[in-house]
């Protein structure tokens, strides 16, 4: 099976300009494709993830990947997909982030030996002049096909600031100097960019000619990876210390059923048949599943050796009901533990809930364990006399979420 064939027969894509010549391109390693990342945080997250094994995946076969970073375009902020306008940063903040990402993209994307590149579009937005820029660039844009984009009419209700309706513009922008500065000629991104990639590619055409807008294709990518599972307990990141590989693993091992072979197509690089065969597996088998995605994906994350330790801890705790030190631990010192902590700051402390105001209403709804006793008021105080026979304080959040509490 050939490269393009296989990431149709994995789910991957869902939409293209033009799909003779991608499969060509990718096929014969000669794609140059970018996709984008805006820094809003300092940790890339699992929402990014299909769009980092994808990078891979095709520079596995030869392609040339481009990470753009959006430090400019962070600053504007993508309407798409949100219901009020993005809390703006500062330029630190975003410098910050900028050098987070990088970091963590290493992980996924070979920079060595100019097989990969790395580049932050705030090096060409944030010097650009707007009067020139407008002159050079808004009169390829028609504002009322712009309107008919999907990004922003979802927004046109509740407010389009003007600030972010030039995001579509800048974001055109970054393909048009990526294909003039570095021969980019693909590029990829979720369904609620389609709008956003096409005006990069029209923007081409217009300023460079129909020869030149032939050379670029536009592929969209089926978003449905990024949105399979559920979180318990806000953002799942790829930062070890914002999201241990513990709780990372527990993410995968608890997708929804429906979601698991998807996920193991979309974004593992396990082979098809090996996959397929799983498609009727039930019930323990396909706990068993379960298992090897979230395997499988704290190993591409995190390295064998914290998978390891992940699938064994999760093993102990749901197979043989034991302890595992590699469960996300807080510690207090013996003396704090001995006087007793009430379980709403155990639980803000260990960061199983927000707020006390959060961790109130889990105890009333019921939500809380405390070494396999629910919690039922939310006065409860514990203290080294409820250390259960490993030594620890175990509690437990909803049906899956274990932590423990240690003191020294």
């Not at 290493?106 to 707007?130: G, P």
């Amino acid at each position: 099976m050939n490269t393009y064939d296989e990431l149709k027969e994995r789910g991957l894509i869902a939409q293209v300009t033009d799909e003779q010549k991608v499969a060509d391109l990718i096929n014969k390693g000669e794609a140059t494709f970018y996709i984008g990342f805006d820094p809003t945080a300092d940790s890339l997250h699992v929402g990014h993830f299909m769009a980092l094994c994808l990078m891979k995946r095709l520079q596995m076969a030869g392609n040339k990947p481009i990470a753009l970073i959006g430090g400019g375009t962070a600053m504007v902020g993508d309407p798409s997909g949100k219901t009020d306008m993005r809390q703006m940063m500062t330029k630190e903040t975003i410098e910050n982030n900028v050098a987070a990402f990088k970091k963590q993209m290493s992980r996924f994307i070979d920079f060595e030996d100019d097989k990969a590149l790395l580049v932050n579009n705030a090096d060409w937005l944030l010097d650009l002049n707007y009067v020139e820029f407008l002159r050079e660039v808004g009169p390829h844009f028609s504002v009322n096909n712009m309107l008919r984009a999907e990004c922003y009419k979802q927004r046109m209700e509740k407010g389009l600031s003007f600030l972010e309706f030039n995001y579509m513009i800048m974001q055109s922008y970054d393909f048009y100097k990526l294909f003039q500065d570095y021969g980019c000629n693909l590029q990829f991104g979720g369904d609620d960019q389609w709008s956003n990639m096409l005006g990069g590619t029209e923007l081409i055409r217009r300023k460079l000619g129909e020869d030149a807008s032939a050379m670029t294709i536009t592929l969209l990518l089926n978003s449905e990876g990024k949105k399979m599972g559920k979180t318990v307990s806000g953002a799942v990141w790829l930062d070890p210390e914002k999201t241990s590989p513990y709780d990372f693993y527990q993410y995968w091992r608890n997708v929804d059923d429906a979601d698991v072979i998807k996920c193991l197509k979309m974004l593992t690089f396990l082979p098809l048949d090996q996959i397929k065969e799983m498609e009727s597996w039930e019930g323990s088998e396909l706990n068993k599943a379960k298992e090897i995605l979230a395997y499988e994906l704290t190993n591409l994350v995190h390295g064998e050796d914290e998978a390891k330790k992940a699938d064994a801890a999760a093993k102990a705790m749901f197979a043989n009901g034991g302890i595992s030190g590699d469960i996300p631990t807080t510690t207090y010192p013996k003396a704090e533990l001995d006087e007793g902590k009430d379980i709403l700051t155990l639980l803000v402390d260990a960061e199983l809930a927000k707020s006390r105001g959060e961790a109130r209403r889990l105890v009333q709804q019921n939500g809380v364990s405390v070494n396999g006793e629910k919690v039922a008021e939310i006065d409860a105080t514990f203290t080294t006399d409820d250390y259960n026979e490993d030594g620890v304080i175990l509690i437990k959040k909803g049906k899956k979420v274990f932590h423990q509490i240690k003191g020294e």
